[in-house]
Each structure stands twice: as C-alpha cells, then as structure tokens.
C-alpha cells in the first residue's frame, strides 16, 4: 500500500469518525504491519502537509482535506482529453476568504430561485463586510432571518427584493440588520 492509500484509508476513517485512530489501532486503519511502519508514513505524511502532530497526537493537516483539480471540462460540445498539470484545493480555499467572518446556512423555500438559489442550497455568509445594493445578504428584518438581494429604492431607503416574481419585496417597518453578504452557494446534486 502506498501512501495515496494510506491518505485515502485515513480520509474514510476521519469521515467516519471525525478523529483519528490511536497509534495502536492505526496499523489495521491503513495496513500496515508494525509500529514502526506506521511512524514512518506518519513522519512521511506529516513532512507533506497531509498530518500535523498536536499534543502528540496526529491531527489532519493543511493538504488533508485538498482534492485533486483535474483542470477545466466543457458543458457544451466536449473536448479531447488533455494531460494537465493536476492542482490541490480545499473547499475551504476556494469558498471561504475570512474564515473568522464566515458561516453557512441552508436554504429553505424558493424565494431566491431566480438567483440560482434553490431550497437545500447552503449559502457561504461572510460576515461584517461593505456591502450595497445588488448584494445578496443574510439579514433580519423586523426580527426575523431571510436572505434576500439587498435593494435600495428612490428615496434612499434600503428594502430586500427576491429574486422570484411571486414575492413581493419585503419593506422594514421596524428594523433591518444586515448580518452579512453571501459569497458563494454549494449544492449537493446527487444524494
């Protein structure tokens, strides 16, 4: 087993179990033999970013969550198969800027579906950050959470707008709160 394998069996027991095993159990994890095998894919992985030792313990690390970025595909005609250099990312990376300011939200209702929104969605919130009209945001209006298209009117007064005719915009009668401004969308096609 090499040490892509190795990596993998770890992915799937993290998925799993959210932790690590003990260094004792960890030679069947990814089938190994001996204690002394195990330390050496440790230190292996460990020198590649993959781990990280945390109070002497092995924790996932900086390249543990990346997947392979096979290069661009075509969703028109298709394209001949070309051998491009293959990248490492993380969600994370390519979502999130400010992970301090930063939380998800599941979408529910159909409000938003014209914005390519749609009820199972998570939005990626970025919090306390400029935001103006033609921002999506999460906000509380008069003391209830939506998130809607940030609009300003003719009068200078900031109203929510959806983004699907069946809705009429939503106009503050006492208060509105902008928590923060959506970035990105994820959506799980195939459950």
């Known amino acids: 087993m090499n040490d892509q394998a190795h990596i993998q069996a770890l992915q799937r027991y993290w998925k799993r179990h959210k932790a690590f095993p003990s260094m004792a159990k960890l030679c069947s994890v990814v089938g190994l033999s001996s204690s002394a095998s195990v330390f050496g894919m440790v230190g292996r992985l460990t020198e590649a970013g993959y781990l990280q030792r945390v109070d002497g313990r092995i924790a996932p690390?900086?390249?543990?969550f990346a997947r392979s970025v096979m290069g661009s595909?075509?969703?028109?005609?298709?394209?001949?198969?070309?051998?491009?250099?293959?990248d490492?990312?993380?969600?994370?990376d390519y979502l999130i800027d400010a992970p301090d300011r930063t939380t998800l939200h599941r979408v529910?209702?159909?409000?938003?579906?014209?914005?390519?929104?749609?009820?199972?969605?998570?939005?990626?919130?970025?919090?306390?950050?400029p935001t103006k009209p033609g921002d999506?945001?999460?906000?509380?209006?008069?003391?209830?959470?939506?998130?809607?298209?940030?609009a300003l009117d003719e009068n200078g007064q900031y109203?929510?707008?959806?983004?699907?005719?069946?809705?009429?915009?939503?106009?503050?009668?006492?208060?509105?709160?902008l928590l923060g401004v959506v970035v990105?969308?994820?959506?799980?096609?195939?459950?």
Not at 109 to 121: H, P, Q, R, T, Y
Not at 184 to 191: K, T
């Open 88 to 92: 490492a990312l993380t969600l994370d």
């Open 73 to 86: 595909v075509r969703a028109g005609v298709p394209q001949p198969i070309t051998q491009e250099d293959v």
């Open 61 to 64: 690390g900086a390249r543990f």
């Open 159 to 177: 109203f929510l707008q959806a983004a699907n005719p069946a809705y009429e915009p939503i106009r503050p009668a006492t208060s509105l709160e």
């Open 108 to 129: 529910r209702g159909d409000s938003m579906k014209d914005a390519n929104i749609v009820e199972g969605d998570m939005v990626v919130v970025e919090h306390n950050s």
């Open 184 to 191: 990105s969308v994820v959506r799980r096609v195939r459950r």
């Open 136 to 150: 999506i945001v999460l906000a509380v209006v008069d003391n209830e959470l939506t998130v809607k298209t940030l």
